[in-house]
């Protein structure tokens, strides 16, 4: 438990959107215990924070942070930006409930097959994240992918009767072990032939443990609306909360970005009037990106890598795998300079280029090329990352800058040293500076206190916890402090792996995490547990 401190002399932005105001907060026993003018009688030790913000610790309300948050539980590149809380288990993605853990790794982002994952179900996750003493808070959601390899292995079809029941009696299972929500990744390998069937009687199971349903939707080539359509299909048969994650992702479906965007807020706004309660988030990347295996269908990924790799070097294997859609291949949109490969540890000489480019220089065709990068990379083959570049900036600011749009990292927590210095995501670094600086300092489209707001108690009501997200007496003291005229990312595209700085002072559950802009070695967060 943490010791009773003061934090004076700081501007309270309070997470409400309510315009700031000067104050001093006492913290006792790992929460808020007064706000406003305090003295200090006891002689407590006291956190200096004139001419600083003090805001709520951010929530990352999507984030893929499940196995690196275990392999390395400092979060550095979270707490760096004031993050103080975050949400994993998206699109479908995650670590639990897992049977098999060599079978689970394509469906885990930053797996490293050194570390042994010694749980099985959500429940034994969450004690093994505690056990780890992380520096953020946790909320798991339990995925679909994890919910389909534990019923039946790596599907390309529509589940059975008898895996559905499985699948139901383990998302069941594990909400009541403590998992805030359920969530799908429609347009990935695992689960692109879930059927809406089953997606519903799934929601119907998380909606009477009163808990939400995030969903990576439906991306099909030409159907930007029915993607959002069938969401809130979902949401109306069964009554679940809906997350709509990174709503953008539809700008790529449709020849007028702009319009496939703009008519995915209007389906919003119409279910909202129907009373359905739906949200949506977006991540601040100007690029979407996901591992290049993800342009190989499900059934090429089964058995050991000795079987993959002859897949791969199957001409007539090759052949049947084009004919299959794919979530690299709806990013490229038939232009292959939008997929641009990340850095490979094995073939460094091909980081940073684009498909395109790196075909024309072997001479082959764009699917043979991926194909040869992942036979180079084998042992490893979910490692290397891409950037594809399906969106426009301009379709980016229209959503995020509404005031009902929360903000995520959907990226991993990271480190540029121990074990995970050698891991990159794009986002990891950035994503909180990014969002206040651009809009907040530049563009003065976003208030400070209405950004903050969508950083805290927005994605805190999403989630459906009430003491966090917010500065008042009785929640818990997780609280950001940081000069947010300096606060500023420094990480770029192809050096992503940048410290953020600016940020001061950041607490976890009343534990200083980060003083004076240096992590410490104390950690206050948890695995949270929906109860």
């Not at 390998?189 to 089953?198: A, L, P, R, T």
Request: charged fraction near 25%; aromatic fraction near 6%; glycine fraction near 8%.
């Amino acid at each position: 438990m943490s010791a009773d401190l003061l934090i004076v002399g700081g501007s309270v932005v309070d997470g409400t959107g309510a315009p700031a105001y000067p104050a001093d907060l006492r913290i006792s026993e790992g929460k808020i215990a007064a706000v406003g003018a305090i003295g200090n009688r006891d002689g407590l030790p006291a956190v200096d924070a004139k001419g600083l913000v003090i805001a709520p610790g951010f929530i990352d309300i999507h984030s893929h942070s499940d196995f690196t948050l275990a392999v390395d539980p400092r979060a550095v590149s979270a707490i760096m930006q004031g993050v103080t809380l975050e949400v994993v288990g998206n699109c479908g993605h995650g670590c639990a409930p897992m049977s098999d853990a060599p079978m689970a790794k394509s469906n885990i982002y930053g797996y490293q097959s050194s570390y042994a994952a010694s749980w099985k179900t959500v429940g034994e996750y969450l004690d093994h994240l505690d056990s780890r003493k992380p520096a953020v808070n946790v909320a798991a959601l339990v995925p679909n992918g994890c919910l389909r390899l534990s019923a039946a292995g790596i599907l390309d079809r529509p589940s059975t009767p008898d895996e559905l029941l499985q699948m139901k009696k383990l998302l069941e299972q594990s909400l009541e072990e403590g998992a805030f929500g359920y969530s799908t990744g429609l347009e990935y390998g695992i689960e692109k032939e879930c059927s809406e069937q089953e997606i519903v009687e799934l929601c119907n199971v998380t909606q009477r443990a009163g808990r939400f349903y995030a969903t990576h939707a439906r991306n099909r080539q030409g159907e930007a609306e029915e993607s959002i359509a069938e969401a809130v299909r979902a949401a109306q048969a069964s009554g679940v909360s809906l997350q709509i994650s990174h709503i953008s992702s539809v700008a790529r479906l449709a020849s007028s970005s702009r319009w496939a965007v703009e008519q995915a807020l209007e389906q919003v706004l119409e279910a909202r009037e129907k009373g359905l309660d739906v949200h949506f988030d977006m991540h601040t990347r100007r690029f979407g990106t996901t591992n290049l295996s993800a342009a190989l269908p499900p059934w090429a990924l089964e058995g050991g890598a000795s079987d993959i790799a002859k897949r791969l070097k199957d001409p007539t294997t090759r052949k049947q795998m084009k004919a299959v859609p794919n979530l690299v291949g709806a990013l490229a949109r038939g232009d292959w300079k939008k997929i641009v490969l990340c850095q490979s540890k094995v073939q460094p000489d091909i980081s940073g280029q684009s498909i395109a480019d790196l075909s024309q220089r072997r001479g082959t065709e764009p699917y043979d090329t991926i194909y040869d990068v992942l036979l180079a990379e084998i042992d490893d083959l979910h490692r290397l990352m891409i950037l594809g570049y399906a969106y426009s900036p301009e379709d980016l600011d229209l959503i995020l800058e509404r005031p009902d749009c929360m903000v995520g990292s959907d990226a991993i927590a990271l480190a540029t040293d121990g074990p995970l210095r050698d891991e990159t995501f794009h986002g990891a670094y950035s994503w909180v500076p990014w969002f206040l600086r651009y809009f907040v300092r530049e563009k003065k489209t976003v208030s400070l206190e209405q950004g903050i707001r969508r950083l805290t108690s927005l994605p805190a009501s999403r989630i459906g916890i009430k003491d966090r997200g917010v500065i008042r007496a009785g929640a818990w003291a997780d609280l950001a402090i940081f000069d947010p005229e300096t606060f500023r990312e420094r990480a770029t595209t192809f050096e992503p792996n940048q410290l953020a700085e600016g940020m001061r002072h950041v607490l976890v559950n009343g534990v200083v995490t980060l003083s004076n802009g240096k992590q410490t070695d104390k950690h206050g967060g948890r695995a949270l547990r929906a109860s």
